[in-house]
């Protein structure tokens, strides 16, 4: 039933352009990690030359996050992820930053 409910749901413009993108853009980061972290320790390095020293840093960060963010399969799988938080809000009423948060172990 999941999987069909799934499959009937119309997404909103503001959904599908922006925030699936937004999915996209973190989990696309979280995979081309390694050369966010070059990047950064670049640009802490070089400081205000970060534009001169940088490039190659940068050039390959933009290729990483481009190859995720032109990948169908890739925005797919963040429609997927998107719809069952939908989903999932539509049932509890709960948001789902909400809902990740962490109960005080102390009451």
């Known amino acids: 039933m999941e999987a069909a409910r799934t ?3 119309h997404l909103r413009h ?7 993108p937004k999915i996209m853009r ?6 081309c990690a390694e050369k966010v972290e070059a990047f950064n ?11 001169f020293k940088c490039r190659e840093q940068n050039a390959a960060l933009k290729d990483c996050l481009t190859l995720h963010y032109n990948d169908t399969a890739f925005f ?4 997927q992820e998107y719809i069952q938080e ?3 809000f539509e049932r509890t009423g ?9 109960l005080p172990t102390s009451m």
């Open 76 to 79: 797919e799988e963040c429609k």
């Open 94 to 102: 709960i948001p789902t930053k909400n809902r990740k948060q962490k």
């Open 7 to 9: 499959e009937e749901i």
């Open 14 to 20: 503001v959904e599908t352009d922006v925030l699936i």
């Open 41 to 51: 320790h670049c640009c802490k390095e070089s400081g205000f030359f970060m534009v």
């Open 86 to 88: 939908k989903l999932e």
């Open 26 to 31: 973190e989990k696309a980061k979280e995979r």
